[in-house]
């Protein structure tokens, strides 16, 4: 798959390249009005840190977390392990 550069752009050559490049301008763009909150997948989030960070999970999950904590074994919780190791101050359950 081959790009060109076109007036200092890079030209993508496939609809899905362009239908991803289109995501991600809408998403700098949320990102970039004051008082925004990022929102990132787990596996995005991988190798970042912020000072606060929130999880979200259904009632069921976070209520079987809560009341027999996490099983490195168990593949969904070191997900859950590793979204809560982002936090550099604070991680919330939500």
Do not use: C, F
């Not at 790009?3 to 301008?25: F, I, M, N, P, Y």
């Not at 979204?83 to 359950?93: E, H, I, K, Y």
């Amino acid at each position: 798959m081959r790009r060109r550069a076109r007036r200092g752009r890079v030209q993508l050559e496939t609809s899905q390249e362009a239908a991803q490049a289109d995501r991600l301008r809408a998403l700098a763009a949320r990102l970039s009005e004051p008082g925004s909150i990022p929102g990132v997948t787990v596996h995005q989030a991988k190798g970042g840190e912020w000072s606060n960070v929130g999880l979200r999970l259904n009632p069921d999950e976070a209520a079987r977390r809560r009341s027999r904590g996490l099983d490195p074994q168990v593949e969904a919780d070191r997900v859950v392990y590793v979204a809560a190791t982002r936090a550099m101050d604070n991680a919330w359950l939500v």
